[in-house]
């Protein structure tokens, strides 16, 4: 990890301690952390694998197999993010936000598993704009449902809202709470857990079936 990776992941874990201390209220912190740490940490261990195909055949030189790249890969990405999660979900507990463990823990594992997966398509610009989208617009399209709905007195529900907790959890939660979505959040949680663990598997899948070799 280079000075970046420190300097960035210090700014990011000292916001999420600002915000949690010094606002009452927990929205500061779930927006903080929805919209703008998670997102961004993310990106910053998944550029690693943006990688092009001449990087891609080094790896494969150097690990002689497809499905040994995929699987160093995989646990590489889930070695990073395991810090600054037990960081987030410890500074949730400490300050009474339980409510908040399972909506970050899901949200970080979905969101690296959704990256990931979209690194099959190749490296490049198309797949930092990918990721981009995937981090950042996926939490925001919710964000705009749920205030659009709120603004009307509709609340969002069925499926729609399920699809909406699952690109957003942790504001998500914070909208179960308000009464704004309506969704189980025991079993909207459980169902995004497993859908990034098809992901995950999906990853494997794809990746160590590819038919080109150095």
Known sequence: ???????????????????????????AF????????????????????????KVLTFE?????????????????????????????????????????IAPISVAILFYSSAVLISTTIGGGSRLYVLSMGLLFMLPFSSLVL??????????????????????????????????ILLVNVDKANLGILLFSFLLGLGYLYIFERREVYP
């Open 30 to 53: 779930v927006e903080l952390l929805q919209f703008i740490a998670i997102p961004i940490y993310i990106f910053l261990v998944s550029t690693v694998f943006f990688t092009e195909d």
């Open 60 to 100: 494969l030189v150097l690990f002689r197999k497809w499905s040994t790249v995929a699987r160093g890969r995989l646990l590489s990405l889930l070695l990073s993010i395991l810090p600054f999660m037990i960081f987030t979900v410890f500074l949730a507990g400490h300050y009474n936000r339980n409510d908040l």
């Open 1 to 27: 990890m280079n000075t970046t990776y420190w300097v960035i992941l210090g700014l990011l874990l000292g916001a999420e301690y600002f915000a949690a201390t010094q606002y009452e209220s927990s929205l």
């Open 146 to 179: 749920i205030q659009n709905q709120a603004n009307i007195g509709n609340p969002v529900q069925g499926f729609m809202g399920y699809l909406t907790y699952l690109f957003a959890p942790i504001y998500g939660s914070y909208a179960v709470s308000s009464g």
